[in-house]
């Protein structure tokens, strides 16, 4: 079981920048740029490379989600990142499909 499944069981608490019946999002707790969210789906699935067409409606959902969030955040303006690390190489550190919504500042490229 990962730490974003005892998440969404409210294990451990949260305090939710947007949520819908696919998706759930969250200030990570280790944030890299002064806007730092986490955007999981609701249904466990361990990476990018684990999706299937019958996840399609989930993966949209979660670039939506990410633009609601930038909008809440107030950084949609000025541009954002939207980042999935996908398996060990890819910097993958959470077995559970997770979008990465960064701003606040200037990003980098490539990143560091």
């Keep these: 079981m990962t ?8 294990e451990i608490p949260t305090v939710p920048v947007y949520e819908d019946d696919l998706v759930y999002a969250f200030d990570d707790v280790n ?4 806007v730092h969210v ?16 019958s996840h399609e409606a989930m993966l949209g959902r979660l670039l939506l989600a990410a ?10 303006a000025d541009g954002y990142r939207c980042v999935i690390n996908t398996g060990a190489d890819g910097g993958q550190s959470v077995f559970h499909l997770h979008l ?3 701003g606040g500042r200037q990003m980098e490229w490539p990143p560091g």
């Design 3 to 10: 730490v974003f499944a005892k998440i969404l069981r409210g």
């Design 38 to 53: 986490l955007v999981i789906p609701r249904q466990e699935v361990v990476g990018l490379n684990n999706a299937e067409p």
């Design 67 to 76: 633009r609601k969030v930038a909008e809440k955040k107030g950084i949609a």
């Design 31 to 34: 944030p890299v740029a002064p």
């Design 100 to 102: 990465h919504v960064l």
